[in-house]
């Protein structure tokens, strides 16, 4: 497998516009991760899916910031207005349920740099 | 809510040298996992080493081994015969075991340097 698949790995854009963010999980994992990297609050959780399903957003910051999971092999993280503040590493990562003799070891993707001018 | 400190923002030691990192997390669960995180400059997230809670041994890989103290709530991990690639961010992150809540939280990290 070729592990989770993030796109793109750098985006610059200016203020006031859209980014869209993709993932492709590993194939047959059942959870998604959303996760934000910035030098000051370090990894935080955005949001998380469970077989599509939104069900933890609490780490979304605002109501600029939106997710989907249209089906089990992709995924979206979308900024629209984007702000300067916005400017961070995006992470995706997949995982299987733990239990049943399957491991909770998360995957991560390669990172999205994102830079808001 | 769980949180994850890490009281070391840098370290740097000579190459060969033993180094410990330091973490202390914060739970009121008995049953979850803990995880050590490498980050080189490629910016990718390397899974290190893992605990499980309900485990008294320390975990231990090659020349990563763990002092998991589950009393005092600590997860420190010891880099033995350190070597140039060990240079990187390390993030000591907390699991829930509960519920399905398979989310991450993360310490801020420690940015470790190998000296030659």
């Known amino acids: 497998d070729a592990g989770v698949i993030q796109s793109p790995r750098h985006e610059v854009t200016e203020m006031g516009q859209e980014v869209t ?53 992709f995924s979206t993280l979308k900024i629209q207005p984007s702000e300067p503040r916005d400017s961070a590493v995006y992470f995706c990562a997949s995982s299987l349920e733990a239990g049943r003799g399957r491991s909770e070891k998360l995957f991560f993707g390669s990172g999205t740099q994102l830079s808001v001018l | 809510a769980q949180t994850v400190t890490q009281s070391q923002p840098e370290m740097s030691v000579q190459e060969a040298e033993t180094v410990t ?85 993360f310490g801020q990290g420690t940015r470790l340097t190998i000296n030659p």
């Open chain 2, 21 to 105: 990192l330091s973490c202390t997390y914060d739970t009121s669960e008995n049953n979850y996992y803990l995880f050590w995180y490498k980050q080189p400059p490629s910016r990718q997230m390397i899974l290190v080493i893992r605990q499980e809670a309900y485990k008294q041994q320390n975990a231990t890989e090659n020349r990563f081994s763990v002092n998991f103290q589950k009393a005092a709530k600590s997860f420190s991990l010891k880099i033995s015969d350190s070597q140039l690639g060990d240079t990187a961010m390390y993030f000591c992150a907390f699991m829930s075991a509960w519920g399905g809540a398979q989310k991450l939280v």
């Open chain 1, 21 to 73: 963010l993709r993932c492709k999980p590993i194939s047959g994992h059942d959870y998604l991760f959303w996760y934000r990297q910035t030098m000051m609050r370090g990894l935080e959780l955005l949001i998380y899916f469970n077989n599509n399903v939104p069900i933890d957003d609490s780490g979304m910051p605002e109501d600029r910031f939106s997710a989907k999971m249209p089906n089990a092999s």
